[in-house]
């Protein structure tokens, strides 16, 4: 997904972040079950100068009201401590100047991570070996701008979406450095805030921009224009999610939450949702007509 936005330094000027926090993410190790573990589990967090952490959050056996000064996110009375495990810097890429705004890690790599920097460039980096080819994605010719937010397809990991600060999206293949679909005129321009798959449909994106427009897309009706906009207007999202889909389910629910801090529940088209094709063959049929 986008991550989670925060402001805060772990730890700065202790070898951990030297500047400010753009995204965290939970890190999925096994990617055969991504179910949260409750005595230890590893986050990774990424700041706006390209260094990503990666941190172990493991329980505190013996509980102390007093806290710690040196366990770090040990509160009085706190039951779990961040532990620094790992860190790599995407400044090893040739991007002395760049600023990083995001990133997601690999599906069948969890040591591969793909970052968004303001050069209109997704960064390939591993925490573990040299990367191969590509090492960052970019179209030709495109001018710098942020990439504000990245998504793996849930179905088919060598495909992901980037969004862009010039309101431009794209679908990219892992093996080339190229766009294979850029959409351009969508937002007219607004800045793209937020851009998902579905995790239940492999042909069904989401994209908010920065004018609060909700664009709901599935490739296997068309590619040309979302099948739905909706509009808050004046009204903030900061976050959308889908709802857990329910087996034989014709329509998929997003949840919205606003900076009032309300929430809004609303149904998709039901022709998204097409049962009579499983999801790989619907992005297989939908790729064939472009690559």
Wanted: proline share 4%; net charge neutral; charged share 20%.
């Amino acid at each position: 997904s986008s991550g989670i936005n925060a402001e805060w330094p772990l730890r700065r000027g202790s070898g951990a972040h030297y500047s400010k926090i753009v995204c965290i993410q939970y890190l999925v190790l096994d990617r055969f079950s991504d179910k949260l573990h409750t005595t230890s589990f590893q986050i990774a967090s990424l700041d706006e100068n390209g260094r990503i952490v990666v941190w172990v959050v493991t329980s505190v056996p013996d509980l102390t009201l007093s806290g710690s000064p040196t366990d770090l996110g040990l509160r009085p009375g706190g039951k779990f401590k961040l532990v620094q495990s790992a860190s790599i810097s995407t400044m090893d890429q040739d991007l002395t100047d760049a600023r990083t705004f995001t990133f997601y890690q690999q599906v069948t790599d969890p040591n591969l991570f793909y970052v968004g920097t303001d050069q209109g460039r997704v960064v390939k980096v591993s925490r573990t070996k040299n990367v191969t080819h590509p090492g960052f994605y970019m179209e030709a010719g495109a001018l710098p701008c942020f990439i504000a937010s990245l998504d793996c397809n849930k179905f088919n990991w060598k495909y992901f979406l980037a969004g862009s600060s010039e309101g431009v999206f794209y679908l990219y293949y892992v093996s080339m450095p190229q766009p294979v679909v850029t959409w351009a005129r969508t937002t007219q321009g607004r800045p793209i805030r937020a851009i998902e798959w579905s995790k239940f449909s492999s042909t069904v994106f989401y994209v908010l921009d920065s004018a609060n427009k909700f664009y709901f897309w599935d490739l296997s009706i068309r590619d040309s224009t979302p099948l739905v906009i909706e509009s808050f207007g004046e009204k903030c999202v900061m976050s959308f999610t889908e709802l857990v889909s329910v087996v034989g389910a014709e329509t998929t629910i997003v949840v919205f939450g606003f900076k009032d801090g309300s929430i809004e529940a609303h149904r998709m088209k039901a022709e998204a949702m097409n049962t009579k094709e499983d999801n790989i063959t619907k992005l297989e049929r939908y790729l064939s007509t472009i690559l």
